[in-house]
C-alpha cells in the first residue's frame, strides 16, 4: 500500500516537471515558428537582423533549459562517492568562473582552510551544486558587487557558505526555491536550486537560506564530514523519489 502511494506521489511529480518543461519549451519555440514564418513569407528579402537574434537566443534558452533539466534528473543516476576536498573544487570553480566574475568586475573572496576540508561525494554533482550557488550570486549582484565562499566545520557537519550583497529574496519567495522552474527572472530556468537541493539530499546534506532584501544573501550547505563514516553510503534514491 505505502509503495502505491509513493509510486503515484513519484508519478505526480514526473508528471508536473513534464508539463513544466512542456510549457517552457513551447514559449521559445512558439516564438522562432514565427519569426521563420515571416521570413518565408518574405523571401525575396534578407531575413533582419534583430529577428535572427531573437532566433538564436531563443534556440539557446531551450538549450539552457534542456542541459539544467538533465542535471535535475541526473542525480537519479548512481552518483559516484569519492573522497571530495571542498576546499580544492571551491578553488577550481572559482577559476571557472573568472570570466563571468570580471565581466561584472565582481570580486570573489575564498576563506577555506589550509588543510582542506573533506567529504564523501560526486564529485561532478557537487562542483554543479556551487556553480549553481555562484551563478546566482553573480546575478543577485551589481556590477562590482562581493561574494564570498567560506568553508568550515559546525557541530560535526561541513559548513560551505556563499554569501553575495546582491538584492535578496523576499521573505514570502523563500519556500518556493527549489520548486523546478520558479524564476523571478526573465531568462531564468528555476531549475538551478532544484538541481542543489536534489543533489545535497543525495549527499544527506542539507541547504540553508537566510536573505535581507537590498542586502544580500546567505546559502549555507552542511555535508556530513569524511571523518565521520556514515556519509560514504549515499542515500537511496528509491526511497526517496523525484521531488523536491
Ligand atoms: P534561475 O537562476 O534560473 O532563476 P534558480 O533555481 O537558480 O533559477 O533560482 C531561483 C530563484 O531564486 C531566482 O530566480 C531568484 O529569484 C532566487 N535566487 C536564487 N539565488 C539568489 C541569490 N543569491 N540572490 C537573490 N535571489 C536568488
Ligand atoms: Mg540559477
Not at 537566443?57 to 569519492?82: C, H, N, W, Y
Amino acid at each position: 500500500r505505502e509503495r502505491e502511494q509513493l509510486r503515484l506521489e513519484r508519478m505526480a511529480c514526473v508528471n508536473q516537471l513534464a508539463a513544466g518543461i512542456a510549457h517552457e519549451i513551447r514559449n521559445p519555440l512558439t516564438s522562432i515558428q514565427g519569426f521563420i514564418q515571416l521570413m518565408a513569407r518574405r523571401a525575396d528579402k534578407p531575413p533582419r537582423r534583430e529577428h535572427l537574434e531573437i532566433i538564436i537566443t531563443e534556440i539557446g534558452r531551450i538549450d539552457k533549459l534542456i542541459s539544467e533539466f538533465q542535471m535535475l534528473a541526473r542525480p537519479l543516476k548512481e552518483p559516484v562517492f569519492e573522497k571530495v576536498n571542498i576546499c580544492k573544487l571551491l578553488n577550481d570553480i572559482a577559476v571557472l568562473m573568472e570570466g563571468q566574475l570580471h565581466s561584472k568586475s565582481v570580486a570573489l573572496t575564498l576563506q577555506l582552510p589550509e588543510v582542506g576540508c573533506y567529504t564523501y561525494g560526486d564529485i561532478a554533482q557537487l562542483k554543479q551544486v556551487f556553480i549553481n550557488l555562484l551563478k546566482n550570486a553573480v546575478e543577485a549582484v551589481p556590477h562590482g558587487g562581493n561574494i564570498t565562499m567560506a568553508v568550515g566545520k559546525y557541530q560535526g557537519m561541513m559548513v560551505v557558505r556563499v554569501e553575495d550583497n546582491g538584492n535578496g529574496i523576499p521573505p514570502e519567495i523563500i519556500d518556493k526555491l527549489g520548486t523546478p522552474f520558479f524564476t523571478t527572472k526573465e531568462t531564468g530556468t528555476g531549475l538551478g536550486l532544484s538541481v542543489c537541493y536534489n543533489i545535497i539530499q543525495n549527499h544527506n546534506g542539507q541547504i540553508k537560506v537566510s536573505s535581507q532584501i537590498g542586502k544580500g544573501s546567505v546559502f549555507t550547505v552542511l555535508l556530513p564530514l569524511a571523518e565521520d563514516e556514515c556519509c560514504m553510503l549515499p542515500v537511496n534514491n528509491e526511497q526517496q523519489g523525484f521531488c523536491v
